[in-house]
Nanobody
């Protein structure tokens, strides 16, 4: 199983980034796909997730600024992030979850400068 995340980078506050995560080795359409982030010195936290049926959920701090989506044909989950803030700076991880199985991607760094 492999989750390959990409799209991170350095952006100024107020800017946008789109993260992508391509999955292989799993039946992608069955999995709940999520994005987590971990800032230096902090615990990893859930940012957003999307179910196999397309239901989404967001942590309060990103609501209205972030949108998660998925393309089952491409086995890809996206995280569109707008109006980025310095506090969004973190390593962002892709997660795939199905019943008792869970997999993590390698992470992609997002840095937002003020």
């Amino acid at each position: 199983v492999q989750l390959q995340a990409s799209g991170g980078g350095l952006v100024q506050a107020g800017g946008s980034l789109r993260l992508s995560c391509v999955a292989s080795g799993i039946t992608f359409s069955r999995y709940v796909m999520g994005w987590y982030r971990q800032a230096p010195g902090k615990q990893r936290e859930l940012v957003a997730y999307i179910t196999k049926d397309g239901t989404t959920n967001y942590v309060d701090s990103v609501k209205g600024r972030v949108a998660i989506s998925r393309d089952n044909a491409e086995r890809t989950v996206y995280l569109q992030m707008n109006s980025l803030k310095p506090e969004d700076t973190a390593v962002y991880y892709c997660n795939a979850r199905f019943v008792a199985s869970a997999y993590w991607g390698q992470g992609t760094q997002v840095t937002v400068s003020s």
